[in-house]
């Protein structure tokens, strides 16, 4: 099957070109449009990558500048804040992958997508492009019923969030409102007050703060949790690939075992290649399951999380081709 290009809108930043990477890796013959403001440097991606492009966009104009030009699916690794891009591929009939989405943020696009439901649009405001909150949804599984669901993502002082992130990250805090979590059935805006440190290993753990991104919504939807919440905290990890550091995630699950004993178990997932490769990867995913290119047909129109789009076991099958390690600790 032979597809048009992805058109990767913002590909020449980190996020997006670790995605850009990691679909080339996978998918030799897979055409791919660099969209960029410094042409310069998308031109050389492109030049890297092989059976690329380089092209510059127009967010002014609803056809962003690129006329009669056919693509497969648009992927921005940015912000689009007037969802310029998602008009293109609706009126483009393509699949759009939704990225910085938080939970208090998604309902222009939703609204967007009820006027229009002809094409597939995925919501991946979660962290790390839905890969964490995957592996808990397969790990939840193992569990008769489920109370508490945690997410931690922990990242090295010298591995911070990608600029644009971090630019997210300090909009979302200043503009919006407190982080958003599921408590004890209750959808609760949390306070200062109700920071947690992230559990780690036996008694060690890492001062954190919750973020309202849509991994709460997606994993409590399937699983029926009373408790589901995000945090994110700074803490060494250990070295990753090159002497650079890795990136860790704690998934903490309570519940019922099938035995019918209350448990709660923990596991980290561990990157060597850092943060930014970790999101990266689960975008591969999404991007791939999206365009039929995992050997199942392309999605059909509508709207969908990762945890209605991916499944969970076959996400969890990747771990060691990605060089993610998943860890019991408790």
Do not use: C
Not at 151 to 163: K, M, N, Q, W
């Amino acid at each position: 099957m032979r597809l048009d290009p992805v058109l990767l809108i913002g590909g020449t930043g980190a996020l997006g070109r670790k995605i850009a990477e990691r679909l080339r890796a996978r998918n030799p013959d897979l055409p791919i449009t660099i969209a960029a403001r410094n042409q310069e440097r998308a031109q050389a991606l492109a030049g890297q990558l092989g059976h690329a492009d380089a092209t510059a966009i127009d967010l002014a104009r609803a056809d962003l500048g690129l006329r009669d030009r056919r693509f497969s699916i648009v992927v921005p690794a940015f912000k689009d804040h007037g969802h310029v891009s998602y008009r293109f591929a609706q009126d483009s009939g393509i699949p759009y992958l939704a990225l910085s989405e938080v939970a208090f943020e998604i309902g222009p696009l939703v609204a967007m997508h009820a006027h229009r439901p002809h094409t597939p649009l995925l919501l991946v405001g979660h962290v790390h492009g839905s890969l964490p909150a995957m592996i808990a949804l397969a790990l939840s599984r193992s569990f008769a019923s489920v109370d508490a669901i945690r997410l931690g993502a922990i990242f090295d002082p010298a591995d911070p969030l990608p600029p644009g992130a971090e630019v997210d990250m300090a909009r979302i805090t200043k503009a919006g409102p407190p982080p958003l979590a599921l408590v004890d059935r209750r959808w609760r805006w949390l306070s200062p007050e109700e920071m947690q440190s992230i559990r780690r290993e036996g008694t060690e753990s890492v001062p954190a703060e919750a973020a309202g991104l849509t991994d709460t919504l997606g994993l409590w939807a399937p699983t029926g949790a009373r408790s589901v919440r995000l945090d994110m905290g700074v803490g060494a990890t250990a070295p990753g690939t090159d002497g650079n550091p890795g990136h860790e995630v704690v998934i903490e699950i309570a519940g019922t075992d099938t035995e019918d004993r209350t448990v709660t178990r923990r596991w980290k997932l561990t990157d060597p290649d850092g943060n930014v490769a970790f999101g990266a990867k689960g975008l591969l995913l999404a991007v791939e399951r999206l365009l039929g290119l995992d050997g199942r047909p392309p999605a059909s129109a509508g709207l969908y999380l990762p945890e209605t789009l991916l499944d969970a076991d076959h996400v969890a099958s990747q771990l060691p081709s990605f060089g993610i390690t998943l860890t019991q600790v408790a």
